[in-house]
């Protein structure tokens, strides 16, 4: 029996040592990427300008817009710099993951497919797709009126317009183009039917061109858009996600929204687009 005691007192033993040991080592784990970031001091993030209101360049050249407050909001929280990178929206994802930016902020919806290469923060903002249409063609009022032969749809590449357009049409058809501004210009030249895309977009490019198209707004998909980080970056992502929740609970988030969305008072300071 002394020898079971023994057998028992020595396990228990080991048992609190490993805890002991654990216990020593443990915390908030360290997370190298978040490290770094905050060593050199500057977040490094990548975005698509032509995207109105969330990026785009003012008449200065300066990058402007909802996703540009975002950034900087982020960088302040961290304590550190922002540097943009601008790339096709196609290659953002791409540039995540060669590491060539810290993250992403782009307007980008949060979807399946992604989440497969790269990790998404909570949704900062709440989106759907709508239509942008030619007044020459005046009766469309849902998006099956567009799914029909010879109607050429347009997209910007890589977005979730397009897999939802390339998924949806089954009659139409549904061309790709690099960047927002390509595929709406597609439009104003007669030779696309409608531009699918997210509602923020299609309000604000219908009231640049609202004598050679309309808006259909009622989204037909929802949406929810999130701020994408590398793949496995867990430290980085809950940093990330702090502060997504501490923001949108916030009067800057707010004052951001009101800015872009609802009082447009930045509209005399971005070029107008014919």
């Given at each position: 029996?002394?020898?079971?005691?023994?057998?028992?007192?020595?396990?228990?033993?080991?048992?609190?040592?490993?805890?002991?040991?654990?216990?020593?080592?443990g915390?908030?784990?360290?997370?190298?990427?978040?490290?770094?970031?905050?060593?050199?001091?500057?977040?490094?993030?990548?975005?698509?300008?032509?995207?109105?209101?969330?990026?785009?360049?003012?008449?200065?050249?300066?990058l402007?817009?909802?996703?540009?407050?975002?950034?900087?909001?982020?960088?302040?929280?961290?304590?550190?710099?922002?540097?943009?990178?601008?790339?096709?929206?196609?290659?953002?994802?791409?540039?995540?993951?060669?590491?060539?930016?810290?993250?992403?902020?782009?307007?980008?919806?949060?979807?399946?497919?992604?989440?497969?290469?790269?990790?998404?923060?909570?949704?900062?903002?709440?989106?759907?797709?709508?239509m942008?249409?030619?007044k020459?063609?005046?009766?469309?009022?849902?998006?099956?009126?567009?799914?029909?032969?010879?109607?050429?749809?347009?997209?910007s590449?890589?977005?979730?317009?397009?897999?939802t357009?390339?998924?949806m049409?089954?009659?139409?058809?549904?061309?790709?183009?690099?960047?927002?501004?390509?595929?709406?210009?597609?439009?104003l030249?007669?030779?696309?039917?409608?531009?699918?895309?997210?509602v923020?977009?299609?309000?604000i490019?219908?009231?640049?061109?609202s004598?050679?198209?309309?808006a259909?707004?009622?989204?037909?998909?929802?949406?929810?858009?999130?701020?994408?980080?590398?793949?496995?970056?867990?430290?980085?992502?809950?940093?990330?996600?702090?502060?997504?929740?501490?923001?949108?609970?916030?009067?800057?988030?707010?004052?951001?929204?009101?800015?872009?969305?609802?009082?447009?008072?930045?509209?005399?300071?971005?070029?107008?687009?014919?």
């Amino acid at each position: 029996m002394k020898n079971l005691v023994k057998k028992i007192a020595a396990v228990v033993a080991v048992g609190v040592l490993a805890l002991a040991v654990a216990g020593c080592g443990g915390g908030e784990k360290k997370d190298p990427a978040a490290d770094a970031i905050k060593k050199k001091g500057k977040l490094v993030v990548g975005t698509a300008t032509g995207y109105y209101p969330f990026e785009m360049a003012d008449k200065n050249g300066q990058l402007v817009g909802f996703d540009i407050d975002v950034a900087k909001a982020l960088g302040k929280e961290l304590g550190v710099e922002i540097e943009f990178q601008n790339y096709a929206f196609s290659g953002l994802i791409p540039a995540l993951q060669a590491n060539k930016v810290d993250l992403v902020i782009a307007g980008m919806t949060i979807t399946d497919k992604r989440k497969e290469v790269v990790d998404f923060s909570e949704t900062y903002f709440k989106s759907g797709q709508a239509m942008l249409v030619s007044k020459k063609y005046p009766n469309v009022k849902k998006w099956e009126d567009l799914d029909k032969k010879g109607n050429v749809i347009a997209v910007s590449m890589g977005t979730t317009a397009d897999q939802t357009a390339s998924k949806m049409f089954k009659n139409a058809e549904v061309k790709k183009f690099e960047g927002s501004a390509l595929a709406g210009l597609e439009v104003l030249n007669g030779k696309a039917v409608a531009v699918i895309h997210e509602v923020p977009w299609v309000a604000i490019y219908n009231k640049m061109n609202s004598e050679t198209t309309y808006a259909v707004l009622e989204p037909f998909t929802t949406e929810e858009l999130g701020i994408a980080v590398p793949k496995g970056n867990a430290a980085l992502l809950a940093e990330v996600n702090k502060f997504v929740k501490k923001y949108k609970a916030g009067e800057d988030y707010k004052k951001a929204y009101t800015y872009w969305f609802v009082d447009m008072k930045w509209w005399d300071s971005v070029p107008q687009k014919k």
